[in-house]
Antibody, heavy 123, light 108 residues
Framework: QVQLQESGPGLVKPSETLSLTCSVSGASIRSYYWTWIRQPPGKGLEWIGY???????IYNPSLESRISMSLDTSKNHFSLELRSMTAADTAIYYCATGRMSRFASFSYWFDPWGQGTLVTVSS | QSVLTQPPSVSGTPGQRVTISCSGGSSNIGSNTVNWYQQLPGAAPKLLIY???QRPSGVPDRFSGSKSGTSASLAISGLQSEDEGEYFCATWDDRLEVFGGGTKLTVL
């Protein structure tokens, strides 16, 4: 079955760039819509965006100016960069396997998720 | 302020049936399917229901989803202590995925 594992720094300084990688096992990176979601401690979920292997990407408009997503088919992993980090970006960052169906209605769901990695923004 | 509105908390006793509502609008729930995620304490979210009412393999049939118009509901029957956690609804809205604020389920 598909398994995801996030990796990256646990601490980032204000104004710096966060770089996270999600390693995929049990599935080809050429399948699915690879998704990033974050959750500030004790708060709700915020969708960051997704990338597909053909280069298609959709980003959350509220974060679009600061985000880059990429994908490496040779390493079967995908990555997130978030620039100009502030304390408001402190959160658990999850990668997730995005699945879509356009059969009758548009359906897009996440299964499975990685375990998440806590990123704290502090000097 | 979340685009989708959920009650902050619900509670029930073991064996009881509880429902969690998720209210949205024509651009989100009214146009696309709804998914539900369960987040147990200290864990990552897990898919519970997708495409309004479909259960992934491994999810007990005690969990069911429904949708009508711009609202959706998650029902949990035969409540168990291990169901205690937070539940989130989610759907697509124009150009992004939106989540409800989450509902904390307490099993008394």
């Amino acid at each position: 079955q598909v398994q995801l594992q996030e990796s990256g720094p646990g601490l980032v300084k204000p104004s710096e760039t966060l770089s996270l990688t999600c390693s995929v096992s049990g599935a080809s990176i050429r399948s699915y819509y690879w998704t990033w979601i974050r959750q500030p401690p004790g708060k709700g979920l915020e969708w960051i965006g997704y990338i597909f292997y053909n280069g298609d990407k959709i980003y959350n408009p509220s974060l679009e100016s600061r985000i880059s997503m990429s994908l490496d088919t040779s390493k079967n992993h995908f990555s997130l960069e978030l620039r100009s980090m502030t304390a408001a970006d402190t959160a658990i960052y999850y990668c997730a396997t995005g699945r879509m169906s356009r059969f009758a209605s548009f359906s897009y769901w996440f299964d499975p998720w990685g375990q998440g990695t806590l990123v704290t923004v502090s000097s | 302020q979340s685009v989708l509105t959920q009650p902050p908390s619900v509670s029930g006793t073991p064996g009881q049936r509880v429902t969690i509502s998720c209210s949205g609008g024509s651009s989100n729930i009214g146009s696309n399917t709804v998914n539900w995620y369960q987040q147990l304490p200290g864990a990552a979210p897990k898919l519970l229901i997708y495409s309004d009412n479909q259960r992934p393999s491994g999810v007990p049939d005690r969990f069911s989803g429904s949708k009508s118009g711009t609202s959706a509901s998650l029902a949990i029957s035969g409540l168990q202590s291990e169901d205690e956690g937070e539940y989130f609804c989610a759907t697509w809205d124009d150009r992004l995925e939106v989540f409800g604020g989450g509902t904390k389920l307490t099993v008394l």
